[in-house]
């Protein structure tokens, strides 16, 4: 999305982009973020998704202390039109949104995998546009398998409905008080996305339907599906 911000223009929009995680079902030693499809780095796709958005102001990046240095020379071999800072992440995703959101004081953060490379415009955008109705706001596709969930023994409890079963991806948007303030509530409880930080507190959280070229990069094998997505689609 291109010109002039349509919907919600009076607020400002931080992009969070977390790249700090240890990718270790990734098997390979090494981040998959950093990873090259194409003469690009995959976190490169992300960033320049954002930066390219007319809603996003700035962009924040979420890494680990000892990988900055890489993380810079993947920025500094271009120009940027937007600022682009650098947070030092924590021991967990959680840990890591919640050092990124308290750098900066938008009205709206939208927070993104940066192993998710094809990331389309409309997601971002529809994602920003939910918060005139929302709290929170995520990307996510429906199941197309049956989800049972179980106790710690592997037995089934529950059986859920495909109808109402969503695989949640990124990105995930959110009212920047209202994350901060939750974030610092439930501290000590682990979640795995901040959409679960407005669950716990009973706010309503918007679920946008996106696709299935919207993976994250989890295994090394997933690096040749996403090659396959970015020669067909991008």
């Known amino acids: 999305m291109k010109g002039t911000k349509i919907m919600i223009k009076e607020k400002t929009v931080t992009a969070v982009i977390l790249v700090a995680g240890n990718s270790t079902r990734y098997g390979q030693n090494r981040n998959k973020n950093f990873e090259t499809i194409n003469g690009k780095t ?14 996003i102001d ?31 992440g924590g021991n967990s995703r959680q840990e890591t949104v919640y050092h990124c959101i308290q750098k900066t004081n938008a009205d709206i953060v939208i927070v993104h995998d940066g192993a998710r490379p094809m990331i389309k415009q409309s997601y971002i955008s529809e994602c920003i546009e939910a918060m005139k109705s929302y709290k929170g706001a995520t990307i996510g ?38 994350l901060l303030e ?35 990069i989890t295994t090394y094998e997933d690096l040749d599906i996403i090659q396959k997505f970015i020669d067909n689609f991008l």
Not at 155 to 161: P, R
Not at 186 to 194: C, G, H, L, S
Not at 205 to 214: A, R, S
């Open 141 to 178: 596709i429906p199941s197309k398998d049956t989800i049972k969930i179980t106790d710690e023994n592997n037995v089934v409890i529950q059986s859920t409905s495909r109808s109402h079963t969503w695989v949640v991806q990124t990105p995930q948007c959110f009212d920047r008080k209202t």
């Open 58 to 88: 700035n962009i924040i990046i979420g890494g680990k202390k000892e990988e900055i240095p890489i993380i810079q020379n993947i920025i500094q071999k271009r120009e940027w039109s937007k600022a682009i800072n650098i947070v030092i």
């Open 42 to 55: 995959v976190m490169l796709y992300s960033l320049e998704a954002f930066h390219q958005n007319a809603y």
């Open 182 to 216: 939750l974030h610092k509530k439930y501290e000590i409880e682990k979640v795995t996305d901040d959409c679960m930080l407005l669950e716990k507190n009973k706010e309503k959280v918007k679920i946008l339907e996106g696709d299935y070229t919207n993976i994250k």
